[in-house]
């Protein structure tokens, strides 16, 4: 699922035809993309990537933007669009802290920030960091979810609603008890999956 789910859900969403293709993981995939990324056109070649009639887009937070504002999912009124935009970063940046646990950063470099007792990839050390931080974190996000979604009833969804359902899920798959106490970001990922 990864980076490119919103995307899925919102074209899903949506009355636009579109292909879903996939690389094969491995070898043959990465030769697939090495051969995509090529084409002229494409900036900041990346996975997801989106073809959209002669547009050729790339990194997954300008893809939903780009769907959202083609699909009426972009929120009007400057405050909401504001509101959207910090939590939409706000969960790009939770995403990476727990891909920081996931992924063994060791064998890259030596952060000094991590302070594992054991000094090098201690997946339960940093799944403790991780979860503190989110725990942190969603009692800041939980409370704007009142109304059902971040700018209102579910007759008001934006491009960050999807990205939400699908990041928290990630969370959830990762923590399963990480929403206990959230009561607004549990009716939220409830309601939003009917």
């Known amino acids: 699922r990864g980076l490119a789910e919103p995307i899925r859900y919102m074209l899903r969403y949506s009355d636009i035809e579109w292909e879903d293709v996939r690389l094969k993981y491995g070898m043959e995939g990465f030769e697939t993309w090495m051969k995509v990324k090529s084409q002229p056109g494409i900036i900041c070649a990346n996975i997801p ?5 002669d547009k050729k887009l790339s990194q997954s937070v300008a893809i939903y933007r780009h769907i959202a504002r083609k699909i009426g999912l972009m929120p009007q009124d400057p405050d909401e669009l504001s509101l959207c935009e910090m939590v939409e ?4 940046d939770l995403r990476m802290r727990m891909g920081i646990g996931c992924y063994d950063i060791y064998t890259v470099l030596k952060p000094d920030d991590l302070k594992s007792e ?3 990839h201690d997946f ?12 942190e974190r969603l009692a800041i996000i939980d409370p704007l979810f009142a109304k059902g979604t971040l700018t209102g009833g579910f007759d008001k969804l934006t491009y960050a609603d ?20 959230f009561e607004n970001i549990n009716k939220f990922s409830t309601e939003f999956a009917k």
């Open 49 to 53: 990537f989106l073809e959209d009639g």
């Open 89 to 92: 970063q706000e969960l790009m």
């Open 118 to 120: 054991k000094g090098c």
């Open 124 to 135: 339960e050390y940093l799944k403790g960091v991780f979860k503190k931080r989110l725990s």
């Open 162 to 181: 999807f990205m939400a359902f699908e990041y928290l899920d990630q969370f959830r798959t990762f923590l399963p008890d990480c929403f206990d106490g």
